[in-house]
C-alpha cells in the first residue's frame, strides 16, 4: 500500500475541497508497481498491477469510512452505510484500469473523487437516507482482453452468458486471470447489483477532449455517450520470400491492410464531425524483414453520437474492405466484437447535476455529448446515470501528457457534495 502523508484523512479539513488530494493519489500510482511497466503506465485487468492498486485504494477508502469487498468481477467496492442500514445506495465510480502509456487521470480521478466525497461526509459524521458506495471498475478500457466494460457489464447485469474464449495477447484467458485471484469464471456474473439496491449513478471524469479548455470552463456535464463499434479484421494473404516473389504476383496482407486503414479513415472523415473511425492495433505475421507478409490482424473502433451514422459507417467500411480484398486477392474477415449502444444520461439526474453546477460554479455549465466511453453507459441498464466532466490541458488524453489542474478537481469535487445533498432532498 502507499504511505505518503496524502492518505490520511485527518488531514484533510473536514469541509475543505478534496480535489487536490484525488490528483496527487492519481501521481501515485501512475508508476510501478501500480504499473505492469517501469516507464510508462499499464495497468491491464487483473495484473499484478492492477492487484496492488486495488489494494492502495481499499485502504484509502477504509480510511475514508467505507467497508470495502471485491465483487466477483474483480471490481473493487467500498460502501458508506446510510441512515439505516442495508439502505439502496448512490454508486459514484469511474475504471481503475488504463490504456498502455496512459495518462494518469483517465477512470481513476473519478473513483478518487469519489472517496474523497465519502472521506468529507464521514470527517462531518454526516449519513443520507442512501447509502454512497463507490466503485473503481475493472475493464473500462479493454486494454487486455478484446473487448471492454466486462466488468461494469456483469455489475449492471447484463453478463448473462459468462464470457468463454477470451485470452489476452500473451495467451492467458480470462478463466486463468481470473483464477489466480480466487475468483472464478463461472461466478463472474454474480457481481450483478438486484434492481432497486442502486439509485443512482455519478461518474465524474476527465473530458478528454478540448471543449472545457477552449470555453474556459472547470467542468461540464455530459448528455449523453456515443455508441461504439469494435471489429477484429484479420486479412489472409500468402506469405513469401520478399527477394524472389515478383510485385505482380503478392497476395501481401500488409499491403491489404494498410489500404483498408485508410479507407477506415476516409470514411470516417466524410461523415458529421462526431463520427469517428481508428485502427488502433495491427500485428504482422510473420513480421520479418524478407517475408512478404501472409497475415494481418487488426482492430477498427468506430463511434458516433447517434447510431444510425455509426452503422452506416461500419457498413460502408464493410464494403470497401470486401472490394480491395477481392482486388488484392486476400480474404478478409471483419467480426463484430462489440456494441455498444449510444447512451443518453438520466434527464432528470442530469439537470439535478447542472443545477448543483450552476449554483457552486455560478454559471450555467456546458452540456455536452461524450466521444469516449465510460462505464456509464454500461450501469445506464441497471440505474439512472450522470456524468461531469473536468477540464484537462490541451483536451490530452490517452497519453501520459494528460493533465489536469487541481483547483478544477476541487470545483468537481464541490459540485458532485452539492448533488449529492441536493439528490439527498429529492430522495424518496
Ligand atoms: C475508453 O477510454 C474508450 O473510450 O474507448
Ligand atoms: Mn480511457
Ligand atoms: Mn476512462
Not at 510485385?247 to 499491403?255: E, N
Amino acid at each position: 500500500m502507499i504511505s505518503s502523508d496524502c492518505s490520511d484523512p485527518a488531514t484533510l479539513p473536514a469541509s475543505g475541497p478534496g480535489g487536490v488530494r484525488a490528483v496527487e493519489r492519481c501521481d501515485a500510482l501512475g508508476i510501478a508497481p501500480y504499473s505492469e511497466e517501469p516507464d510508462r503506465l499499464f495497468r491491464p485487468y487483473l495484473s499484478a498491477a492492477y492487484r496492488a492498486t486495488r489494494d492502495s485504494l481499499a485502504g484509502w477508502m477504509q480510511a475514508a469510512g467505507m467497508k470495502t469487498r471485491v465483487d466477483a468481477a474483480g471490481n473493487l467496492v467500498g460502501r458508506y452505510e446510510g441512515l439505516t442500514p442495508d439502505a439502496p445506495a448512490l454508486l459514484i465510480g469511474s475504471h481503475i484500469d488504463s490504456v498502455r502509456d496512459a495518462g494518469r487521470y483517465d477512470g481513476m480521478l473519478g473513483v478518487l473523487l469519489g472517496v474523497e466525497v465519502v472521506a468529507r461526509y464521514a470527517a462531518l459524521g454526516q449519513r443520507f437516507p442512501f447509502a454512497i458506495e463507490v466503485i473503481g471498475f475493472g475493464d473500462e478500457e479493454g486494454s487486455r482482453f478484446p473487448v471492454s466494460m466486462l466488468t461494469s457489464r456483469a455489475v449492471a447485469g447484463l453478463l448473462k452468458d459468462v464470457p468463454t474464449g477470451m485470452q489476452d495477447a500473451a495467451g492467458v484467458s480470462l478463466q486463468a486471470a481470473l483464477a489466480e485471484e480466487g475468483l472464478e469464471l463461472e461466478h463472474m456474473p454474480e457481481a450483478a447489483r438486484k434492481p432497486g439496491e442502486i439509485l443512482a449513478y455519478l461518474e465524474a471524469h476527465i473530458e478528454q477532449g478540448p471543449v472545457l479548455e477552449a470555453e474556459n470552463r472547470a467542468v461540464g456535464v455530459v448528455t449523453a455517450i456515443a455508441a461504439q463499434y469494435r471489429f477484429r479484421v484479420s486479412v489472409q494473404g500468402v506469405a513469401g520470400h520478399a527477394g524472389t516473389m515478383p510485385m505482380t504476383l503478392r497476395q501481401d496482407a500488409l499491403a491489404a491492410a494498410a489500404e483498408a486503414v485508410l479507407a477506415i479513415e476516409t470514411i470516417g472523415q466524410s461523415g458529421p464531425s462526431d463520427l469517428v473511425a481508428t485502427v488502433g492495433q495491427l500485428t504482422v505475421a510473420p513480421g520479418v524483414p524478407n517475408v512478404v507478409p501472409g497475415e494481418v490482424v487488426f482492430s477498427i473502433d468506430v463511434r458516433a453520437g447517434d447510431a444510425a451514422v455509426r452503422n452506416a459507417a461500419a457498413a460502408e467500411i464493410r464494403t470497401a474492405l470486401e472490394a480491395l480484398a477481392v482486388r488484392r486477392k486476400v480474404t478478409l474477415d471483419m467480426t463484430l466484437q462489440q456494441d455498444l449502444p449510444a447512451t443518453p444520461c438520466d434527464a432528470a439526474l442530469t439537470n439535478l447535476l447542472s443545477n448543483a453546477a450552476r449554483t457552486t460554479i455560478g454559471d450555467e455549465p456546458r452540456r455536452m455529448v461524450s466521444g469516449a466511453g465510460h462505464d456509464a453507459m454500461v450501469v445506464a441498464a441497471l440505474a439512472p446515470v450522470c456524468m461531469l466532466f473536468i477540464r484537462c490541458e490541451g483536451g490530452i488524453s490517452h497519453n501520459p501528457a494528460e493533465a489536469v489542474d487541481p483547483s478544477d478537481v476541487d470545483q468537481a469535487f464541490l459540485v458532485m457534495t452539492r448533488f449529492i445533498e441536493d439528490f439527498a432532498g429529492h430522495c424518496p
